[in-house]
């Protein structure tokens, strides 16, 4: 029985092959060090040629101010946007503590982001297994994802008030089409073998949801897990702007409404960082979830 | 055509209880254009218990179809289909199917994946992954309990695919030309062992392929199904003696004029159905 049991073991590494492995992993060294010596360099540029640019004095005569390449008041510093940073962190927002301002908009973004999410899922493995009410239901919410969901920011505050209710809901509707649609296509694509070998193998139709069809759409829903949390801070922030007490979008809008360009350019800053650092926390939630995936080809450089 | 009467044994009477018998199965689908395509027409054939017999036929002749309506997983659209000497309703959990592509489950391990059948059936968990840990052992795969399928070769996953099926005691298996994605050498341990489980287990079994050595080799009797709609063209009793080394037993004499004279049959059906791909394309 066993005689092929070595089949598929890896071959070790020998002396002369140690050699190679070495020269390979200091090209692959220098590589990296490159690329990120070129990353700092790239930054530099941008961000030292719009500060240049705003001292880059064009024109001396003007009144009251000499006039510039980029003018800063509408356009921003980079140095104004840090001073702007570190008001904000010393001294506070016009609406309280900074980190007030990103604990309440992230609560509201994170809200939304989990009951859209639990939302679509249902949504989408329901009727993804129901063809009949899939058919059924198809044309109403084709025509709700036609709506540009942004538009219902006014209609929420209206209906649910100036506090996170509305910002939350507003993060919902955006969130649970993009899992919805991902969830629905990530069930419909589950491999005939695959339901055809665990109906057989005794599995019943509960059991054919919960360990096949919705671990094998997983990976659709995750995928889709990404963009829907940008879109669940969109929510937040929009909802925000249009009428808020305290948040981020707050934040924004009344440094638009001040000719305070540098204040916008900060509190995206702010954004930015915090969309960055949840992205990161979906990766890793993402490869403690699909561990069961081979390793992407190529994905060693990045 | 010619053929003496030994080897050419149509319409098998059936002795007892067959394990399986198909009578004048006729199975029709929709297509989504909404025509009616007939994949099988009046196929009649029965299995005893313990048999190993092998269906090939021409691509397209409706081959997996058959077993699809053996395991239940279909219902005929004329005639009947009977396990056991009783109609088939729905999945029959007596039966075992090894499908062609790879249908393991790529989220668990190798050892949930075996255990897979017995957790399904509502067994304890303990005693389900104790059987898998010995059904591993027996496909030779010990040590490799905790990767995941894509961590694995063809030929493992094949055994994994055959330890899920086997863990969960079929008295029938089906298997949809199960080592056709293997490598030549892979695909010759793979059915010895299936050989070897087969005569210890007692079962019976249906193994769909394309390929007439491989259906020779392994059976006691080959079914040759006509180009699609497929029916019975013929069947034959293999009298090689057992128990047999699938690598060396092609080179027997008996093996060369059995396969020439089933050959005779499935070549002008293999022809059809190649003149009529080459229409379509």
């Known amino acids: 029985m066993s005689a092929l049991s070595n089949e598929g073991n890896e071959q070790t590494t020998t002396a002369p092959e140690g050699k190679e492995v070495k020269l390979y992993s200091a090209a692959r060294r220098r590589r990296s060090i490159l690329v990120n010596v070129l990353r700092v360099a790239f930054i530099v540029v941008i961000i030292g040629g719009w500060e240049l640019g705003t001292r880059w004095v064009t024109d001396a005569h003007t009144k009251p101010k000499p006039t510039t390449l980029i003018d800063p008041f509408f356009w921003g510093q980079p140095s104004g946007i840090w001073q702007q940073l570190v008001t904000w962190v010393t001294q506070g927002t016009a609406q309280g503590p900074l980190w007030e301002q990103i604990a309440v908009t992230l609560e509201e973004a994170i809200l939304g982001f989990v009951i859209g999410v639990v939302l679509g899922i249902i949504f989408g493995v329901v009727l993804g297994r129901n063809r009949f009410l899939a058919d059924v239901l198809g044309p109403y919410i084709k025509a709700l994802n036609s709506i540009p969901r942004v538009t219902l920011a006014p209609l929420f505050a209206i209906g649910l008030g100036l506090g996170s209710q509305s910002k939350v809901a507003l993060a919902v509707v955006l969130v649970f089409f993009i899992v919805f649609f991902n969830s629905f296509q990530g069930v419909r694509e589950v491999d005939r073998n695959l339901l055809a070998n665990a109906r057989i193998l005794g599995a019943s139709q509960r059991q054919l949801t919960t360990q096949v069809i919705i671990p094998s759409a997983l990976t659709w829903i995750i995928a889709s897990l990404h963009t829907s949390f940008s879109f669940a801070l969109v929510g937040a922030v929009v909802g925000e702007y249009i009428g808020a007490i305290q948040g981020i979008g707050l934040m924004i809008q009344t440094a638009g409404a001040n000719f305070n360009a540098n204040g916008v350019f900060a509190a995206m800053f702010i954004l930015a960082v915090v969309a960055l650092l949840s992205e990161a926390l979906i990766t890793a939630l993402e490869n403690r979830l699909l561990r069961w995936r081979p390793t992407p080809v190529g994905d060693v450089t990045i | ?281």
């Open chain 2, 1 to 281: 055509m010619t053929m003496d009467s030994s080897t050419l044994t149509h319409n098998v009477s059936s002795l007892g209880t067959s394990a399986i018998e198909l009578r004048d199965v006729t199975k029709r689908f929709l297509t989504p254009s909404g025509q009616v395509y007939t994949a099988i027409r009046d196929i009649t054939f029965s299995i005893a218990p313990g048999e190993f017999c092998a269906v090939v036929g021409p691509t397209g002749c409706g081959k997996s179809t058959t077993l699809g309506l053996i395991a239940g997983l279909e219902r005929p659209s004329e005639g009947s289909v009977q396990v056991m000497g009783k109609p088939v309703q729905g999945i029959d959990p007596r039966i075992g199917y090894v499908f062609q592509t790879d249908a393991v489950l790529p989220w668990r391990n190798v050892l949930r994946n075996v255990a897979t059948g017995p957790l399904f059936r509502g067994q304890p968990k303990a005693e389900s992954l104790k059987r898998a840990h010995e059904w591993i052992a027996r496909v030779g795969l010990t040590g490799f309990e905790d990767r995941y399928p894509h961590q694995l070769s063809g030929g493992m996953r094949k055994r994994v695919a055959l330890a899920q099926t086997f863990i969960n005691e079929p008295q029938i298996l089906l298997m949809d030309e199960p080592f056709s994605a293997l490598d030549v050498q892979t695909r010759t341990l793979m059915e010895d062992e299936l050989l070897y489980l087969w005569a210890s287990l007692k079962i019976s079994v249906v193994f769909v392929t394309h390929d007439l050595e491989e259906a020779i080799s392994l059976a006691d009797r080959v079914c040759v199904l006509t180009a699609g709609p497929g029916t019975v063209k013929g069947i034959y009793s293999i009298d090689l003696p057992r128990p047999r080394k699938v690598e060396e037993i092609r080179f027997d004499p008996r093996f060369v004029q059995l396969y020439q004279q089933i050959w005779e049959d499935l070549r002008e059906e293999v022809m059809i159905s190649y003149e009529r791909t080459k229409q379509r394309g």
